[in-house]
T-cell receptor, first 115, second 111 residues
């Protein structure tokens, strides 16, 4: 079974440029998460989708970040314009909602460097 | 902001020794999970413990949960060089499906 797929794996851009990250979750997983992980820190949730609905985007900086999950499968996270402080690893995870908690499966991440 | 804090921040042990790391959190939880992250495999789920459970085992892993102290510990017995990684706790806040990760413990197992 294929895991969570993310692309690109690495991205280097100049500040003020736009950037987009793509995620394909595990087939059948209805919950999709985008996290940002700074160096030496744990992942911080940006947005969570249940199917195509964004149910928690309270941590998403909406002035420059946007996300979508069309048809409740693939998802795209966009930053426009990027700032120096956006340099981080962007992780996508998916899970199958069930009772008693659910294991999240993470993709390899996209390492973003903003110059 | 991150809810959990792992302690110690870094730990270095010899192969074969046991490693213990702790996680403290701030609010009521539904469950707590531990994840491992290394450069080769990314973030991988290790074990989940529900709020009504006190202890759980999985292979060489033993997790305890004390909800009165809002803390959990992860014990790795008979450590191996392959256990070298960062370990994170993640708590699901009560009444939500939101997971909040801690700051992580960097474990180094010396061969």
């Amino acid at each position: 079974e294929a895991g969570v797929v993310q692309s690109p794996r690495y991205k280097i851009i100049e500040k003020k440029q736009p950037v987009a990250f793509w995620c394909n979750p595990i087939s059948g997983h209805n919950t999709l998460y985008w996290y940002r992980q700074n160096l030496g820190q744990g992942p911080e949730l940006l947005i969570r989708y249940e199917n195509e609905e964004a149910v928690d985007d309270s941590q998403l900086p909406k002035d420059r970040f946007s996300a979508e999950r069309l048809k409740g499968v693939d998802s795209t996270l966009k930053i426009q314009p990027a700032e120096l402080g956006d340099s981080a690893v962007y992780l996508c995870a998916s899970s199958q909602r069930g009772t008693g908690g659910n294991e999240q499966f993470f993709g390899p991440g996209t390492r973003l460097t903003v110059l | 902001s991150q809810q959990g804090e792992e302690d110690p921040q870094a730990l270095s042990i010899q192969e074969g020794e046991n490693a213990t790391m702790n996680c403290s959190y701030k609010t009521s939880i539904n469950n707590l999970q531990w994840y491992r992250q290394n450069s080769g495999r990314g973030l991988v789920h290790l074990i989940l413990i529900r709020s009504n459970e006190r202890e759980k085992h999985s292979g060489r892993l033993r997790v305890t949960l004390d909800t009165s102290k809002k803390s959990s510990s992860l014990l790795i017995t008979a450590s191996r060089a392959a256990d070298t990684a960062s370990y994170f706790c993640a708590t699901e806040t009560s009444g939500t499906y939101k997971y909040i990760f801690g700051t992580g413990t960097r474990l180094k197992v010396l061969a």
